[in-house]
């Protein structure tokens, strides 16, 4: 299918509206991180034959407004992704699927169980995860628990494993806890065979990072 004039034209519309609403946004949910998560999104979705409008609309979107820098708010994102989409003329149901994409890609939100799936959503949360994984995703990781004034690590406070929606929401736990809590389950939730394959080698490196991080942390090395 040839993909429209029109169509560009939204997606260059609407990363220029990204890029200026996150214009000095904290640094591991930043412009560099939706450019990142664009990047990869094209290249899932082209190997999946998802729909290209909808997966790049949602990528440049789906950190519009995250509900952690927004006191909580899950809908502030999807309502400004859709206010933004009507004024330049996006088709309602195109509008409709991207809101559905920001409201249920969130790790928290697999917390309770997602309520809309399609293949565009698995693309997007599938390159979203995979910015939270390996050399980059490390360094989101302190760069936002940083941020957040948080522990590097506590060896006295362990990892909670089980985690409902809420208590994630509210946890306040060391940054390495965090690897235990979301980063290291990421590999084997990955939606797409494209993102399963891509998510191994960054695994892998997470893994690895740990064992030097302990063994500097105890002296041993």
Do not use: C
């Not at 991207?98 to 997602?114: A, C, M």
């Not at 084997?188 to 080698?201: F, K, P, V, W």
């Amino acid at each position: 299918m040839v993909f429209e004039k029109n169509h560009q034209e939204s997606i260059d519309a609407t990363k220029a509206f990204m890029e200026e609403t996150l214009a000095g946004a904290e640094g591991s949910h930043d412009v560099w991180h939706i450019r990142r998560v664009h990047t990869m999104a094209k290249r899932i979705a082209a190997e999946e034959g998802a729909d290209r409008l909808v997966v790049e609309l949602g990528a440049l979107l789906h950190d519009i407004a995250d509900a952690k820098f927004h006191n909580g708010d899950d809908e502030i994102g999807p309502r400004k992704a859709k206010e933004f989409l009507e004024s330049i003329g996006v088709e309602e149901s195109v509008v409709e699927h991207v809101e559905n994409i920001i409201r249920n890609i969130s790790f928290r939100k697999s917390l309770e169980g997602q309520e809309f799936r399609s293949l565009e959503l698995d693309v997007v949360q599938d390159a979203d995860r995979l910015d939270a994984l390996g050399a980059i995703g490390i360094a989101r990781t302190f760069a936002y628990n940083g941020a957040k004034g948080r522990q590097l690590y506590d060896p006295a406070i362990k990892p909670n494993l089980h985690m409902t929606k809420e208590e994630y929401k509210a946890s306040t736990a060391p940054t390495v806890n965090h690897f235990y809590e979301k980063l290291l389950l990421l590999k084997d939730r990955m939606n797409t065979a494209t993102g399963r394959r891509l998510a191994e080698g960054r695994h892998v490196f997470m893994e690895q990072y740990l064992e030097e991080f302990y063994d500097e942390w105890e002296g041993k090395i």
